[in-house]
């Protein structure tokens, strides 16, 4: 049993819907582990630092165009997330391609929600993709973050069905209503302590998981 708080910092740069599926979950439920200690964004106009300061969140702006080099940027970025000693960084949509230094850094303690069924459709535009692909399949994954883009030991996934009737809008609502269940139930189980990583294997409950991750057969707890 832990002591001290399990603290996450969570990194944005636009709408914060995951996010503020991280704060309705503390809200919502009281058994919920994990307490958010700040918000950091790299766009001023992030509606997500709205939801944060509702929240009586602490929030951050670090702007990239500021800095010259990716390099210089994350040195910022690990600079700032330090003073908060956070247990778990949380990547909600923060759509920056991260240095080996700032993944290194933050090594284990770094995860990333990604809208496909992983390994399938890593960088942007996945719904299109799987659409194009003629998926029957699509989906949600969380993984930790490595220097491969959207390609670390995945953790867990939702899946949605796709009908013939999706389009890349509709799709992306059905996903992201399962991101905003899935997020904060992984998130809560790094607070349990109850994932961890060996030998690049990610483990919960002492289980080993498949490469995939848990799979989550219908919504976890609702929020
Ligand atoms: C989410 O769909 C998230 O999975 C995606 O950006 C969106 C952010 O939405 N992230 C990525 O594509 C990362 N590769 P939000 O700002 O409303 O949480």
Known sequence: MR????TVVVLISGNGSNLQSLINRKISDKGTSYEIAAVISNKLNAHGLKRAKAANIPTLVI?????STREDFDAELIKEIDLFSPS????????????TSFVNHFKERLINIHPSLLPLYPGTNTHQRALDAGDRQHGVSVHYVTDQLDGGPIIAHASVCISPQDDAKSLSE???ANEHLL???VVNWFAQGRVRLEKHRVHLDNKILPPNGFTFERAPKSI
């Open 88 to 99: 778990l960084i949380v990547l909600a949509g923060f759509m920056r391609i991260l240095t």
């Open 183 to 185: 997020y904060p139930e």
């Open 3 to 6: 002591n001290s708080p399990f």
């Open 174 to 176: 059905k996903v992201l």
């Open 63 to 67: 702007d990239h165009t500021r800095h």
